[in-house]
Nanobody
């Protein structure tokens, strides 16, 4: 059974950066597309980025374009989310999730496509 653990969250000032990690155990990430989602208080969980199985395809939510970057290191069984130029509205619990995908280019920002979820890590952007 694939298990995912997020880390790297914390408190950061506006304009700052954080790098989140999503480490997998119990199975290799080689066969999964990985997405990052976030949920702010009182809001729905939203997909912000996803990387395909082979890493050739990524998708980003418009609100994080040019600020966030997703990458994967299959040798370390880990996916990363680099977040730059953080804004107060980025404050949320961030989750990574894994999906088998229909092919090696598959990506999605829809929650229902993902089978395995981590517990989340809190990101707070505040001065």
């Amino acid at each position: 059974q694939l298990q995912l653990v997020e880390s790297g969250g914390g408190l950061v000032q506006p304009g700052g950066s954080l790098r989140l990690s999503c480490a997998a155990s119990g199975s290799t990430l080689d066969y999964y597309a990985i997405g990052w989602f976030r949920q702010a208080p009182g809001k729905e969980r939203e997909g912000i980025t996803c990387i395909s199985i082979g890493g050739r395809t990524t998708i980003l939510r418009n609100s994080v374009q040019d600020r966030f970057t997703i990458s994967r290191d299959n040798a370390k069984n880990t996916v990363y989310l680099q977040m730059n130029s953080l804004k107060p509205e980025d404050t949320a619990v961030y989750y990574c999730a894994a999906a088998r995908g229909s092919n090696s280019w598959w990506v999605s920002l829809a929650k229902n496509g993902f089978e395995f979820w981590g517990q989340g890590t809190q990101v707070t952007v505040s001065s």
